[in-house]
């Protein structure tokens, strides 16, 4: 998409980042994706609302990330502007009312930075998220979380820009939270039009800093020693089903640990984590990712669904 034009536009209005042709590769964990056509990393609230009021009336279609930490972008790159909030960082803000502490989060926040910020504070809630990459706008997002909590448990509410660039907050109630899903209007990051994240208000308690800092520590351990938190993936590649086993569970009976399509593999310390070993395409993740799905379709009756946000056009 020829986004000269655009560009210069928007040159004019605009102070943070931009470039063309960016590849994604350089954006995402798994190491993975072709480039962008234009590639923006905003500055400020105003930046962001006047880039995406722009390109919208532009025509040019927008994807937002975070770190890139849950995404597989296809090969053939992602048509139009990526909008990342990953370098937006500012300050957490903290209100306490009777039993209650709010946090309002910039979305650009790293999660890890959120989750020490919580616990040495001594405030309860946040230690589920241990160990998560990522922003807390894809955190949000995604509904991202582990098996003792998720963020859904713990909005308030949120701080979201709407594709014209307007700004609105979207209270608790209104928002459709279940297990790594999140819809704002019936939309989810899967769909067009799902709004921007700006910011959120979480509600947590005041509880014990040192039994927090503990339990922390547990935690990163446990991850470290039955994750491949090293290696380049997008974590867990497939959603647990409703019912039965885990997908890493299913995976592993039917001794996939280790099988490989070109660079693309299973990772021999967690079966739901398929790996970049270093010269994977993302056509191979994807390869990989449906032989799975056939052989636990066949053998145990059960389609997995992706965890992992594919985007990009295709090649
Ligand atoms: C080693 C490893 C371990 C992981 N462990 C876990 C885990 O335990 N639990 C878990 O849930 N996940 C896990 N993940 C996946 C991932 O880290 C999380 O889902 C994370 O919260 C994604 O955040 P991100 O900023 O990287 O989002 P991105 O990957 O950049 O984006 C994810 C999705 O959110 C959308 N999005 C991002 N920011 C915004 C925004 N501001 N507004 C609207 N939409 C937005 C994107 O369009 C995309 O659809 C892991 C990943 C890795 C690599």
Known sequence: MDVSEPIAALSA???????????MARHTSFRLGGPCDLYLEPESLDDLRIAVAFLTQQG?????VGDGTNLLVRDGGIQGTVLSLGTMDSAIEEDRQKNSVFLTVPAGVKT??????????GLLGLNFATGIPGTVGGALAMNAGTDIGA????????????PVGTVRTVSRDEIDIAYRHLAIDGKTRKDEGFPIIFSARLRLKAGDRETLMTQRESLLCRRKSSQ??????????????PAGPPAGQLIDSLGLKGEAEGGAQVSELHANYLVNTGKATTAEVLMLAARIK???QQTHGI???????????ET
Not at 13 to 23: I, M, S, W
Not at 60 to 64: I, K, R
Not at 228 to 239: D, E, H, N, Q, R
């Open 13 to 23: 209005l605009y102070h943070g980042v931009l470039r063309k042709e960016e590849p």
């Open 228 to 241: 491949p938190v090293g290696l380049a993936s997008a974590g867990c590649y497939f959603k647990n089903p």
């Open 303 to 313: 389609q997995l669904e992706e965890e992992v946000t594919l985007v990009g056009r």
């Open 60 to 64: 040019v279609p927008l994807t937002v």
């Open 112 to 121: 890890q930075h959120l989750c020490r910020f919580a616990a040495v504070k």
């Open 151 to 162: 963020f859904g448990d713990i909005i308030e509410s949120l701080m979201v820009i709407d």
């Open 294 to 296: 056939e052989r636990v």
